[in-house]
């Protein structure tokens, strides 16, 4: 029989949200603007920046 965890699992996120964007300073501003703020209250706040791959080129354009 498996061995059951006595350990909590992780809250979920209070606020999660995600953005595709050229300016990731302006974008980080923008997120956490609507993060929520309570006193006497502990938080996680992580931050993940990642370059993603150049779009494929418009297949439209090749087609003609």
Known sequence: M???SSAAAPAPPLYEASM?????T???GKL???A???ENKNYE???MIREL???PPD???SAK
Do not use: G, Y
Request: proline share 19%; no cysteine.
């Open 2 to 4: 498996p061995k059951v």
């Open 59 to 61: 297949m439209s354009l």
């Open 45 to 47: 706040v992580r931050v």
């Open 32 to 34: 956490i603007a609507n």
């Open 20 to 24: 595709q964007t050229h300016q990731p």
């Open 26 to 28: 302006e974008a980080l």
């Open 36 to 38: 929520p703020q309570a």
């Open 53 to 55: 791959p150049a779009p």
